[in-house]
């Protein structure tokens, strides 16, 4: 009898270690995955940073005439290089610098409202945010002869004012995302017949001006409009990335983050102050580049994989944003026999997205 008691103890014994063991794997694995999708995210945040860097360089050094990496590099130190410093450093750095800092713009935009609403479709350039910006500046342009800051100026203002009325008109005891995406994209028809009648009311030269401000165009872009806009983009997204906690948290429902501490409606109405800000100036500064916003978020979530619940996927996103935005400005310049606005190339890539996003959505029965 002593010696079955003292065997059942030893099992007994066998079994706790064995339990304890098993209890010391789990922990272990955990933090194991962790790490990798830590360095996953750190890797394709990388590697995004090089492409990026790598397409603003051939912005600034191709081109109807080629320049070396070491005329571009003392163009940018201030020297004098006869030829490349009208060209690099007036010409082809304002419009490489606003289409960087446009596109991270969008695409920090379009993930704060995709994430936060959970739904792909909750783009700003779809819930008419942008079109709120499109009509106010071709109203400016058309009918009140106005230009430069003046209408930057006013679209920005109507972005802001667009904005606050989708949110107002959807918020019912609460925000539904589906909602806010409806409503959004009936104002946004709204806005495009108003655009469509003052264009239809425009004089031939005004309305040159309006169509180049609405296809999105970086032709025209200035260091005086890459300041303010690397100044909001600094701004806002500082202020984005210190919430990306709780919009990741936002993902889970309203009920949920509530429950987890989250003060739901004063970080919804932060985050999206925010993101219009950030769209605002973009917009401003660049037009409307369509489909960009769209587009970036979903892309670098499907690069980060695992790894995009390691860390926020608002600067992954800025980082696909400007890489479209560069990518698709230097191929609507040099790609084809005559010159396309950037707008016209991002509009051709976001499209077919569009449509195949809604025919997925469509059959496997998901909402808006």
Same mark, same amino acid.
């Given at each position: 009898?002593?010696?079955?008691?003292?065997?059942?103890?030893?099992?007994?014994?066998?079994?706790?270690?064995?339990?304890?063991?098993?209890?010391?794997?789990?922990?272990?694995d955990i933090a194991a995955g962790r790490r990798r999708r830590r360095r996953r995210h750190?890797?394709?945040?990388?590697?995004?940073?090089?492409?990026?860097?790598?397409?603003?360089?051939?912005?600034?050094?191709?081109?109807?005439?080629?320049?070396?990496?070491?005329?571009?590099?003392?163009?940018?130190?201030?020297?004098?290089?006869?030829?490349? +410093?009208?060209?690099?450093?007036?010409?082809?750095?304002?419009? *490489?610098?606003?289409?960087?800092?446009?596109?991270?713009?969008?695409?920090?935009?379009?993930?704060?409202?995709?994430?936060?609403?959970?739904?792909?479709?909750?783009?700003?350039?779809?819930?008419?945010? +942008?079109?709120?910006?499109?009509?106010?500046? #071709?109203?400016?342009?058309?009918? !009140?002869?106005?230009?430069?800051?003046?209408?930057?100026?006013?679209?920005? #203002?109507?972005?802001?004012?667009?904005?606050?009325?989708?949110?107002?008109?959807?918020?019912?005891?609460? !925000?539904?995302?589906?909602?806010?995406?409806?409503?959004?994209?009936?104002?946004?028809?709204?806005?495009?017949?108003?655009? +469509?009648?003052?264009?239809?009311?425009?004089?031939?030269?005004?309305?040159?001006?309006?169509?180049?401000?609405?296809?999105?165009?970086?032709?025209?872009?200035?260091?005086?409009?890459?300041?303010? !806009?690397?100044?909001?983009?600094?701004?806002?997204?500082?202020?984005?990335? +210190?919430?990306?906690?709780?919009?990741?948290?936002?993902?889970?429902?309203?009920?949920?983050?509530?429950?987890?501490?989250?003060?739901?409606?004063?970080?919804?109405?932060?985050?999206?102050?925010?993101?219009?800000?950030?769209?605002?100036?973009?917009? *401003?500064?660049?037009?409307?580049?369509?489909?960009?916003?769209?587009?970036?978020?979903?892309?670098?979530?499907?690069?980060?994989?695992?790894?995009?619940?390691?860390?926020?996927?608002?600067?992954?996103?800025?980082?696909?944003?400007?890489?479209?935005?560069?990518?698709?400005?230097?191929?609507?310049?040099?790609?084809?026999?005559?010159?396309?606005?950037?707008?016209?190339?991002?509009?051709? !890539?976001?499209?077919?997205?569009?449509?195949?996003?809604?025919?997925?959505?469509?059959?496997?029965?998901?909402?808006?």
């Amino acid at each position: 009898m002593r010696r079955i008691a003292e065997a059942g103890s030893a099992g007994a014994g066998n079994t706790e270690a064995a339990s304890g063991a098993a209890t010391a794997v789990v922990p272990a694995d955990i933090a194991a995955g962790r790490r990798r999708r830590r360095r996953r995210h750190l890797t394709v945040c990388a590697a995004l940073s090089l492409l990026v860097l790598a397409a603003f360089a051939v912005s600034l050094m191709f081109g109807q005439a080629v320049y070396g990496p070491l005329e571009v590099v003392r163009v940018l130190a201030g020297e004098e290089v006869p030829g490349a +410093s009208f060209t690099v450093g007036v010409l082809r750095l304002p419009r *490489a610098l606003v289409g960087l800092l446009a596109g991270a713009a969008f695409g920090m935009a379009g993930i704060t409202f995709q994430t936060m609403l959970r739904n792909p479709l909750a783009s700003p350039d779809i819930i008419g945010i +942008s079109s709120g910006a499109s009509a106010a500046a #071709v109203f400016s342009i058309v009918m !009140l002869s106005l230009s430069g800051t003046a209408v930057s100026i006013i679209a920005t #203002v109507a972005a802001l004012a667009t904005a606050g009325l989708i949110y107002l008109l959807s918020f019912r005891g609460g !925000l539904s995302g589906t909602r806010l995406i409806l409503i959004g994209i009936g104002i946004s028809a709204m806005l495009h017949s108003l655009v +469509s009648y003052v264009l239809a009311r425009a004089a031939q030269w005004d309305l040159q001006t309006a169509m180049r401000w609405l296809n999105g165009n970086l032709s025209n872009a200035s260091m005086e409009q890459a300041a303010p !806009l690397a100044l909001a983009v600094a701004v806002c997204a500082v202020g984005l990335v +210190s919430l990306s906690g709780n919009l990741d948290t936002l993902r889970l429902g309203e009920e949920t983050a509530a429950a987890l501490g989250v003060r739901v409606e004063r970080t919804r109405l932060l985050l999206i102050f925010l993101a219009v800000v950030l769209l605002a100036f973009a917009t *401003a500064a660049a037009g409307p580049i369509s489909f960009v916003a769209f587009l970036a978020g979903p892309i670098s979530v499907r690069l980060l994989g695992r790894a995009a619940s390691a860390g926020s996927p608002l600067i992954p996103a800025a980082l696909v944003g400007a890489l479209l935005v560069l990518a698709a400005d230097f191929i609507g310049q040099f790609a084809f026999g005559t010159r396309y606005p950037v707008g016209v190339v991002t509009g051709v !890539l976001g499209a077919p997205y569009l449509i195949f996003l809604l025919i997925r959505q469509t059959r496997t029965g998901g909402a808006l």
